[in-house]
């Protein structure tokens, strides 16, 4: 059974170029499964692009705040959740 874990929030959505900052309040890595949700988002995507201070990263801690490419728009105030088995 799959388990959702809080893992940060939507700050800024830039849709030109479909980049999310994302405050983290816990550790994300390249690969991760991860759901964003909101009032009307709800996608559910494989992390494979992320970039702290314009620098491409693996993975990012808490406390980041992160560039994550997402393949749908998200808003502000959207929470991000990693999808654990």
Same mark, same amino acid.
């Given at each position: =059974?799959? $388990? +959702? +874990?809080?893992?940060?929030?939507?700050?800024?959505?830039?849709?030109?170029? @479909?980049?999310?900052?994302?405050?983290?309040?816990?550790?994300? *890595?390249? @690969?991760?499964?991860?759901?964003? $949700? @909101? %009032?009307? %988002?709800?996608?559910? *995507?494989?992390?494979?692009? =992320?970039?702290? *201070?314009?620098?491409?990263?693996?993975?990012?801690? +808490? @406390?980041?705040?992160?560039?994550? +490419?997402?393949?749908? %728009?998200?808003?502000?105030?959207?929470?991000?959740?990693?999808?654990?088995?």
């Amino acid at each position: =059974m799959e $388990e +959702k +874990k809080l893992i940060g929030k939507v700050t800024h959505y830039y849709n030109k170029i @479909g980049v999310a900052i994302v405050e983290l309040e816990d550790e994300l *890595e390249y @690969g991760d499964e991860i759901s964003i $949700e @909101g %009032t009307i %988002t709800n996608i559910q *995507e494989t992390v494979d692009s =992320m970039q702290v *201070e314009h620098e491409p990263v693996k993975s990012a801690h +808490k @406390g980041a705040a992160i560039g994550l +490419k997402v393949k749908d %728009t998200v808003r502000p105030g959207d929470v991000v959740y990693k999808i654990v088995e």
